[in-house]
Structure formats: C-alpha cells, structure tokens
C-alpha cells in the first residue's frame, strides 16, 4: 500500500488517538489538527512513531490555514464532534454543520483522494434534539458538496 498523507481533525479524542496509532503503524505520514498544541500535543505525540506524526494547532474557522492544511494532504478526516456547547464559538451549528462543510468545500476544491466524515450512528432518525439537528444538517451539508456536479 502506498503511503498516505491523511490529515485528522479531531485527532486526540478517543476515535481519533486509535485511528492515528492505526494509520502510522501502517506507514502513513499522519497530521493532527488541535485547537490547543500545549494541552494536546503530549497525549498526541504518544500515539505514533517519530516522522509519522505531525501536529499543527489551528482555529478551525481559519479558513487560510486550512486551505493550506488540505492542499497538502491525500486524506481529511473530520471527527470533531462536541456532546453539549460550551460558549457562542462552539455550538452545535458551528460543530456538526458548519465547519463539516468548510472541510468538505475545501477538500472537494482540492480534489483530494478521500474525505471522511463521522457523523453519528442513525442520525438520520432522530431529530429531536438540537446535537441530532446539527449532525444530520452536517451530513447532509458534506453529501451535497460531493453530489454537485
């Protein structure tokens, strides 16, 4: 298998600390995006062998740093997802809807080989809440950006 560039958002929760140990022991060049590098990056740096982890801090609305992010990457994976909103910046909407979507805009202007996007297992069924309404707005936001001619 030819070595990847994958970029992971999301990186030190649970889902994404398996998956970076996953993708460098494979052989992949794995770049981790954080909001907070001294917080982060020690759980991070734990996760992989030396050269195959990168770990970038970045605004995730920073629209500049990710263009230059993805324009450097074969695979994005979002797995950024928030359980209950903290202050105005970090909504559901923001979270689940809107930055999905940048990512997926971006990705797709990029033509990336691959962009995954974990949303939340049968979403599509419950809409009765404001985390639900944001995850699904978010899937589906991702579907049509990669449905569009």
């Known amino acids: 298998m030819k070595q990847k560039k994958i970029l992971v958002f999301g990186a030190s929760g649970q889902i994404g600390r398996h998956l970076i140990r996953k993708l460098t ?18 759980i ?7 050269g195959y982890l990168n770990i970038e801090e970045a605004n995730i609305f920073d629209e500049k740093k990710l263009r230059d992010l993805i324009s450097k990457t074969d695979i994005c994976i979002n797995l950024i997802g928030i359980l209950y909103e903290k202050n105005k910046a970090n909504t559901f909407k923001n979270i689940h809807s809107i930055f999905p979507s940048l ?3 971006l990705s797709k202007e990029n033509s990336i080989e691959q962009f995954i996007h974990l949303s939340a ?3 599509n069924e419950t809409i009765d809440s404001e985390y639900a309404k944001s ?5 589906l936001n991702v579907q049509k950006t990669f449905s569009k001619a």
């Open 121 to 123: 297992l049968g979403i």
């Open 25 to 42: 022991k494979n052989n992949h060049i794995v770049t981790a995006v954080t909001r907070n590098l001294h917080q982060k990056a020690y």
């Open 103 to 105: 990512l997926a805009k």
């Open 135 to 139: 995850k699904l707005e978010g899937e």
């Open 44 to 50: 991070l740096k734990t996760q992989a062998n030396a």
